[in-house]
């Protein structure tokens, strides 16, 4: 069965403090992986697809990287502002048609 | 410039009523899906749809439960005799191609009483 599983569930940090989160997933057939960003009350905000091993993408403070069976999202230096869930979620092209299955998400705080 | 627009934003509806969520697409986007999301729980993918079609929708509890993305006008999430533990947020996507990254909508969360 296709499975995300993100850790760790929850992440404070002191503003400046990088870090990294991490999402390990079993899938049969990877067509992209995603990562996201979720305020409270909002709907997710996409950042990244990652679509093969060795594959990296950066955005500001945030860079994201892919292994075969994980992918890390690393914070570099970061501000409150990047307080937020992050979500990451796999797409699988195998019988279990295109939908994409989201992990359960890695909540960070992030401290001034 | 809009993004995914879902309405209503707010929904309450009491046990047996019918529930209509309703998702228009971002301008071009072709490909529409809809999730549920439970406090402190991730997003449940419940249906996939292109223009007239559902293409998947595996994560749709068989009764109670369609959707539709007819060739005019929005998407639309029908919940019928609607139940307590129907009580969520529900968010719209949509993506250009299959394997793009998603546009979430601010979604509807949907209150059961």
């Known amino acids: 069965e296709d499975q995300v599983t993100q850790s760790p569930e929850a992440l404070r940090l002191q503003e400046g403090e990088s870090s990294s989160l991490n999402c390990s997933y079993t899938v049969s057939g990877l067509r992209g992986l995603f990562w996201y960003r979720q305020d409270p009350g909002k709907g997710p905000e996409f950042l990244f697809t990652?679509?093969?091993a060795g594959e990296e993408k950066e955005k500001e403070r945030l860079k994201a990287t892919l292994t075969k069976k994980e992918s890390f999202l690393h914070i570099t230096a970061p501000k409150p502002e990047d307080s937020a869930t992050y979500l990451c979620a796999v797409q699988a092209g195998g019988t279990g048609g295109f939908k994409t299955i989201f992990g359960a998400g890695t909540r960070l705080f992030v401290k001034a | 410039n809009a993004g995914v627009m879902q309405n209503p934003r707010h929904l309450v509806r009491r046990r047996g009523q019918e529930a209509r969520l309703r998702c228009s697409p971002v301008k071009g986007h072709s490909h529409v899906y809809w999730y549920r999301q439970l406090p402190e729980e991730g997003l449940k993918f419940m249906v996939y749809l292109q223009k007239e079609n559902i293409i998947d929708e595996s994560g749709m509890p068989k009764e109670r439960f369609s959707a539709e993305f007819p060739k005019e006008g929005p998407s639309i999430l029908r919940i019928q005799q609607v139940v307590r533990g129907d009580s969520a947020a529900y968010f719209c996507a949509s993506s250009p191609y299959s394997d793009y990254g998603y546009t979430f909508g601010s979604g509807t969360r949907l209150t059961v009483v």
């Open positions: 990652l679509y093969s």
